[in-house]
T-cell receptor, first 117, second 117 residues
Framework: AQKITQTQPGMFVQEKEAVTLDCTYD???????LFWYKQPSSGEMIFLIY??????QNATEGRYSLNFQKARKSANLVISASQLGDSAMYFC??????????????FGDGTTLTVKP | DADVTQTPRNRITKTGKRIMLECSQT?????MYWYRQDPGLGLQLIYY???????NKGEISDGYSVSRQAQAKFSLSLESAIPNQTALYFC????????????????FGEGSRLTVL
């Protein structure tokens, strides 16, 4: 069974600084996808970034980058130049690619990020 | 208009009542999912459907049932609501992994907040 671990229940960062949110995963499937989603206090889920298990380079989307270390099974989210609007809950998720679990996503428990002015 | 629409957005009900949460999508995706989020926690998969004739249980299906009325519609029912089903419920869709580079990203509705008294 796949599992996602986010070990930081809460994080603080100063505005304009960078922050790293940790995520480790466990799967026996060689084909999988890793995602980060943002959930502001309003409750909606916003897709941020995706990394495929076979992608050679780390994914980047604007101020978001995913530090993918496959051998360590980690997929940390790096947010550069934090803004007040980045304050939210962040979820790491994994989608397995094959077999009976193909297409289903499993979520971690999330990290609440607070950006301080 | 939202691509994934959930109704109702908020509902307060009493123990023992039957509740239906509805989801419709205009994205043309085959796959639809119902997730539950308890306060401060991640999302847990209740049921999922990969096409109109396919229904599968997720991690926490007890006490829930679903109906996939059409490709665009996927409803979740609580046959006899209980207080520990108080949660935020999300419907989501994803595109089918057809072997082309699509990620399986989840597209979420805005959530249905259910309170069972």
């Amino acid at each position: 069974a796949q599992k996602i671990t986010q070990t930081q229940p809460g994080m603080f960062v100063q505005e304009k600084e960078a922050v790293t949110l940790d995520c480790t995963y466990d799967t026996s499937d060689p084909s999988y996808g890793l995602f980060w989603y943002k959930q502001p206090s309003s409750g909606e889920m916003i897709f941020l970034i995706y990394q495929g298990s076979y992608d050679q380079q780390n994914a980047t989307e604007g101020r978001y980058s995913l530090n993918f270390q496959k051998a360590r099974k980690s997929a940390n989210l790096v947010i550069s130049a934090s803004q007040l609007g980045d304050s939210a809950m962040y979820f790491c998720a994994m989608r397995e690619g094959k077999g009976d679990n193909a297409g289903k996503s499993t979520f971690g428990d999330g990290t609440t990020l607070t950006v301080k002015p | 208009d939202a691509d994934v629409t959930q109704t109702p957005r908020n509902r307060i009900t009493k123990t023992g009542k039957r509740i239906m949460l509805e989801c419709s999508q205009t994205k043309g995706h085959d796959r639809m999912y119902w997730y539950r989020q308890d306060p401060g926690l991640g999302l847990q998969l209740i049921y999922y459907s990969f096409d109109v004739k396919d229904i599968n249980k997720g991690e926490i299906s007890d006490g829930y049932s679903v109906s996939r009325q059409a490709q665009a519609k996927f409803s979740l029912s609580l046959e006899s609501a209980i207080p520990n089903q108080t949660a935020l419920y999300f419907c989501a869709t994803s595109d089918h992994l057809r072997g082309v580079p699509n990620t399986g990203e989840l597209f979420f509705g805005e959530g249905s907040r259910l309170t069972v008294l």
